[in-house]
């Protein structure tokens, strides 16, 4: 059973564009809903974060959007650019000192 | 700091043959979790220790696999005997709770078994 399930698989966003991805869980327990970036070759590498007591938490041209009630959260990347071109897991944590649940990941590719 | 090393970075074996993955993790950090990535089931948790102590293993998939965390700066992942379908790249990540499970990957192992 995939607790986080993630769409889409793949995206490809022209350079400046508005690069989505969205994410949804089922269990209410989850109180840490991290966004995570992968290069070829690198470890995945924490990105933004958000807990459920906020809607939306933006750093720089990164926005995390979240929706309690529909159980569903989704990254915004503004002004797209080709250096952003990775693969991106959304993930989720129970209180405490536990692990990260990840969804499947997006392979975002922006293009000039 | 170093960050999350792990050894060796790219692995090619026989099937049959036993395989150890080594993670020293970062300085100070109290969990340790590993995890598998293919493409077909993304990051999959096998293991995480809390304080050098087995908190979960449901992940591991057979018991071919094991781990250990013998002290705070190192863990093992064995795979005996491996098998073709035990090809993926594992990953160590190691964090500090201060409120927040932010973990931090090392670069991974690229595990081949033919």
């Known amino acids: 059973q995939q607790q986080v399930k993630q769409s889409p698989q793949s995206l490809i966003v022209q350079k400046g564009g508005i690069s989505i991805i969205n994410c949804a869980y089922e269990?209410?327990?989850?109180?840490?809903f991290p966004w995570y970036q992968q290069f070829p070759g690198k470890g995945p590498a924490l990105l933004i974060a958000?807990?459920?007591?906020?809607s939306e938490k933006k750093e720089g041209r990164f926005t995390i959007s979240f929706n309690k009630s529909a159980k569903q959260f989704s990254l915004h990347i503004m002004d797209s650019q080709p250096g952003d071109s990775a693969t991106y897991f959304c993930a989720a944590s129970h209180p405490g000192n536990t692990p990260l649940v990840f969804g499947k990941g997006t392979r975002l590719s922006v293009i000039a | 700091d170093a960050g999350v090393i792990q050894s060796p970075r790219h692995e090619v074996t026989e099937m049959g043959q036993e395989v150890t993955l080594r993670c020293k993790p970062i300085s100070g950090h109290n969990s340790l979790f590993w995890y598998r990535q293919t493409m077909m089931r993304g990051l999959e948790l096998l293991i995480y220790?809390?304080?050098?102590?087995?908190?979960?293993d449901s992940g591991m998939p057979e018991d071919r696999f094991s781990a250990k965390m013998p002290n705070a700066s190192f863990s093992t992942l064995k795979i005996q005997p491996s098998e073709p379908r035990d090809s993926a790249v594992y990953f160590c990540?190691?964090?500090?709770?201060?409120?927040?499970?932010?973990?931090?990957f090392g670069q991974g192992t690229r595990l081949t078994v033919v």
């Open positions: 220790f809390n304080n050098n102590v087995p908190i979960d």
């Open positions: 990540a190691s964090s500090l709770f201060n409120g927040d499970t932010e973990a931090f």
């Open positions: 958000i807990r459920p007591d906020v």
């Open positions: 269990n209410t327990a989850f109180d840490y």
